[in-house]
Structures are given as structure tokens and as C-alpha cells.
């Protein structure tokens, strides 16, 4: 299973950037896919998830009414959107991958792609 990131930036308090990441490699409607981010100096957090079909999707308490996950399965692809972005937002993400919601959730998924870099100016 590979998972690819893209779509980061440098953008200024207040706007807004859209991630994705494409899977390849597995039946990417089985699985449970999700977002974490690593601030320099901080532990990886998670941020968002989303289940096979869509039909659930989990948020941190930090990014609840900002962020939009979504998956296109028919694109083999993950999506963040991320509004109202604030300092504090900056990090790199990561996408991540688990046949279990409880794996990804929990930071324990087996499957993840490279970061990519989210800067967010004041």
C-alpha cells in the first residue's frame, strides 16, 4: 500500500488549502482513511477521519466546523479541506491507512504516506 501526499503550502491566517492524498496498492474501499499532523517540537496529532463508504467521518476538537475530510473511492483518493486556517494549523500531515476505524483513530494504522508541509502565517 502506498499512500501519496500532496497539496501543502504557505498561505496566510484565514485561508484555505485542500489536501490530497492517492492511494495505490489495495482495495482503497475497504479501508479507513485518515489525517494526522506533526508540529515542529509537538507529537503527531490526529485530525480527521473518514470510514469505508464516507458515511462517517471523524474530527479533532481543533479542527471540527474548519476542516471537511472526503474520499472519492472511485479516485482512490483522500481529501482535507481546510478552511479558516490559523498559526497553529501549521505542521506537516500525514494520510494514513487501517481496514479499522479504531486503528486510524487512534494513531495505529498500518499504512502511511510521506508528510506534506502546511505553513500558516500570521
Known amino acids: 500500500v502506498q499512500l501519496q501526499a500532496s497539496g501543502g503550502g504557505l498561505v496566510q491566517a484565514g485561508g484555505s488549502l485542500r489536501l490530497s492524498c492517492v492511494a495505490s496498492?489495495?482495495?482503497?474501499?475497504?479501508?479507513?482513511m485518515g489525517w494526522f499532523r506533526q508540529a515542529p517540537g509537538k507529537e503527531r496529532e490526529f485530525v480527521a477521519a473518514?470510514?469505508?463508504?464516507?458515511?462517517?467521518?471523524y474530527y479533532a476538537d481543533s479542527v471540527e466546523g474548519r476542516f471537511t475530510i472526503s474520499r472519492d473511492n472511485a479516485k482512490t483518493a483522500v481529501y482535507l479541506q481546510m478552511n479558516s486556517l490559523k498559526p497553529e494549523d501549521t505542521a506537516v500531515y500525514y494520510c494514513?491507512?487501517?481496514?479499522?476505524?479504531?486503528?486510524?483513530?487512534?494513531?495505529?494504522?498500518?499504512?502511511w504516506g510521506q508528510g506534506t508541509e502546511v505553513t500558516v502565517s500570521s
Open positions: 496498492g489495495h482495495t482503497f474501499s475497504s479501508y479507513v
Open positions: 473518514i470510514n469505508w463508504s464516507g458515511g462517517s467521518t
Open positions: 494514513a491507512a487501517d481496514p479499522a476505524v479504531r486503528a486510524v483513530r487512534g494513531g495505529g494504522a498500518n499504512y
